[in-house]
């Protein structure tokens, strides 16, 4: 699930932290953006890793930003003046926690549903006993689990990567095909 902060910098600071909502934990960032105070556009921020960056840059608009684990985000180079910044992270719900967000129940209920029902027919000596249909009910979970790591790994989105395989040959032969 992807969540948004927007906060001001303050001149000479380059870390600041990010406060997911309660029973949530962050595990990456996504996107970031900055409002150019002179002209009142916005620019995107690339995300880059800590240890690719000059700590000698001095100070300046941000062009970049990076994760500081677990909450915080560390802008480069240190900012020079206010900056009005946004950015997108990604959270999940933490272990142990009493609280799933909505998202989930919306976004996969059919799953839950199936992982529910092969669990319920699994149930001896009930009149709803079935394990063909708990097995059945099984799979159809299990592949639900699976697309939705599939999606939270390219990001709920398509992206540069696509699910939809491209077409073999698809460039002409010499025989027009």
Do not use: C, H
């Not at 999940?92 to 609280?99: K, L, N, S, T």
């Amino acid at each position: 699930m992807r969540r948004t902060q927007t906060f001001s910098t303050v001149q000479g600071t380059d870390i600041y932290s990010l406060t997911p909502p309660t029973n949530e934990e962050i595990i990456g960032l996504k996107y970031g953006q900055i409002q150019d105070p002179a002209s009142g556009g916005i620019l995107s921020l690339a995300l880059v890793y800590g240890d690719t960056m000059n700590p000698n840059l001095g100070r300046g608009m941000p062009q970049a930003f990076t994760f500081v684990p677990y909450l915080s985000v560390k802008l480069y180079p240190v900012p020079d003046k206010v900056y009005n910044v946004t950015i997108e992270f990604v959270v999940q719900p933490i272990d142990g926690g009493v609280y799933i967000p909505d998202e989930i129940g919306v976004r996969y209920k059919q799953t839950v549903a199936d992982g529910a029902l092969s669990n319920i027919m699994l149930q001896n000596g009930n009149p709803w006993y079935n394990p063909q249909m708990a097995e059945y009910y099984a799979q159809r979970y299990n592949k639900g689990i699976a697309r939705a790591k599939g999606e939270a790994a390219f990001g709920f989105g398509y992206g540069p990567y696509s699910p939809v395989r491209k077409p073999f040959g698809i460039f002409r032969t010499r025989w027009g095909w």
